[in-house]
Structure formats: C-alpha cells, structure tokens
C-alpha cells in the first residue's frame, strides 16, 4: 500500500489539473449518514417517496420526516480530516477544484475554495411561493417548514426527478474534460450525471483514482480501499515528503 500512496502522489504532484468528485463517503467520518452504505438512509427509506420532488409536491411533510436523520441542522456538523486534506490539496496547488454531490457544506467549511455543488446545498432554503430564502442557521422549524407569507420551504437540493443546477453541472463538466488526474473519493457512483464524470475524465485522458471502502469504479487506475479519513491526509504527507 506505501508503494501505492508513493506513486499517487507522484502522479498527482505531475498532473497540472486536478479534480475530485466526492460523495457522502467523505462526509461518513463526520457522522453524516450515507445513502446506500448497509445502514445508510436509502436502507430505511425508499428514495422514491422520501426524495423525489413528485411527492414533495404533492406531500412535503414526506421529504421533511426523514430530514432530521440525515442531517438536522447545518451548522451541527464540522469536516474531517479528509476533506481538510482536499482544502490542503489546494492550497499546495495540486487541486483545482473538488465537485461533490454533497449537501453538507463541509468542503467549504473545510477551506476549499473551489467547490462545485452538484447537488445544491442545505445552507439555503427557499419559499415555493414568494422564493424569499433562508440561511442557516436562521430557518424555520416544521414538518413541512412554512414561510412567513404561508408557502412551503424547500431546501435548495436537488430532489430526484429535478434538474441539476446548470451552472455547477456545466462546471463539472468542464474540470472532468480537462483534468489530467481525478480523485473520486466515497461515492457508490449509482446516480447520475455525477457517475459519469469520471469516466468523461478518463476518456479525455484522466488518471482515476479512488478511494472506497467498497470500490465503486472498476475502470478506475488507483483504487485505495481505506476509509477517506486515513487515505487523504496520507496522500498529503506523501507529497510533502517528496519536497
Ligand atoms: P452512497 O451512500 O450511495 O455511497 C457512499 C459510498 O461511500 C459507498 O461506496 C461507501 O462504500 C463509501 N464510504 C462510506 N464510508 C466511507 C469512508 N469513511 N471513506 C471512504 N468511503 C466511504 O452516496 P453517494 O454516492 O454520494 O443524491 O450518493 C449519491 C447520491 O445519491 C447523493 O448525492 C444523493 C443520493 O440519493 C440525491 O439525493 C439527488
């Protein structure tokens, strides 16, 4: 495994572009529950009634329930060591930007300065009705949450069956197609466009790495099975070792 770390940072300190894509593995150390990790939250609730915007149109109270067992209140949680590492990543130069289908917030409140929200965010959350939006730690309690002018609260993440913000997805794209080593790091890499990205990396010449407790891509060209937490601030070391 030394020898492996060895040649990732090597390769990492070489590349002039590199991206990460991260998923709720990263933030699993942190005590944010994963998806389908055995015992995640999509082991409890089925996503397509618990996630899904057709029924939080039809019955938000559905979505906001189950709220509270993944995360509760967004400034509750800090980063772990592996998403300092990525902040750290950056800060040496060596990352160029981290693309994450997390909610949580904790690549930014980790120091990482270019973070690509895929997924939206749980700092905001916004009024179906008039779209006067909230941030946390300032936003209304209830199941559903209701605005002062009386329409439903939503948070500003993408549900299943809505569209990825644009912007962020077009960014994505972007850093995947021009990246020449991508680090994808806790993802079970089962929802998509997010899934593809590192296979657009790759066919535009990227070098995979991943780090997974239960790899997730087959194709990748480094895979470390460790936990994010231990990998990640041993790929840093690495590389301040080499000078
Ligand atoms: P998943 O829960 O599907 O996958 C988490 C991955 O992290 C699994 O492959 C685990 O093996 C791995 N893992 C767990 N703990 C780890 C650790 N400490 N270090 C490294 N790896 C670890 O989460 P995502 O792939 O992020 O979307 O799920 C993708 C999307 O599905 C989410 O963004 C969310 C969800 O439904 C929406 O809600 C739109």
């Known amino acids: 495994m030394g020898e492996m770390y060895h040649e990732i940072a090597r390769l990492l300190t070489a590349a002039h572009k590199c991206s990460a894509l991260t998923g709720a593995g990263i933030s699993a150390e942190s005590g944010i529950a994963t998806f389908r990790s055995k015992g995640g939250l999509w082991d409890t609730y089925d996503p397509a009634v618990y996630a899904s915007i057709d029924v939080f149109n039809q019955d938000p109270s559905k979505y906001w329930t189950i709220r509270g067992d993944f995360i509760r209140n967004y400034n509750d949680y800090t980063p772990n060591s592996a998403h300092r590492a990525l902040a750290e990543l950056e800060r ?17 409140k980790a120091g990482s300065g270019n973070v690509i929200e895929i997924h ?31 329409g439903i609260l939503k948070p ?19 850093e995947s197609m021009s ?9 079970s ?53 080499m000078g």
């Open 120 to 150: 939206g965010s749980l700092r905001e959350i916004y009024c179906l009705k008039c779209h006067r939006r909230y941030i946390a730690p300032d936003v209304p309690e209830g199941t559903p949450p209701y605005c002062s002018c009386g």
């Open 92 to 108: 040496m130069g060596i990352l160029r930007c981290v693309i994450t289908q997390n909610i949580d917030g904790l690549h930014r």
């Open 156 to 174: 500003d993440t993408v549900l299943f069956g809505e569209q990825l913000p644009e912007d962020a997805l077009i960014k994505a794209r972007e």
């Open 189 to 241: 890499a089962a929802v998509q466009p997010a899934a593809s990205l590192p296979y657009l990396a790759q066919q535009h010449g990227a070098k995979i790495i991943e780090i997974n407790i239960e790899p997730a891509f087959p194709g990748a060209d480094y895979c470390i099975t460790e936990k994010a937490g231990i990998a990640l601030p041993e790929i840093v070391q690495q590389i301040r070792s």
């Open 179 to 187: 990246c020449s080593a991508m680090l994808v790091i806790g993802t």
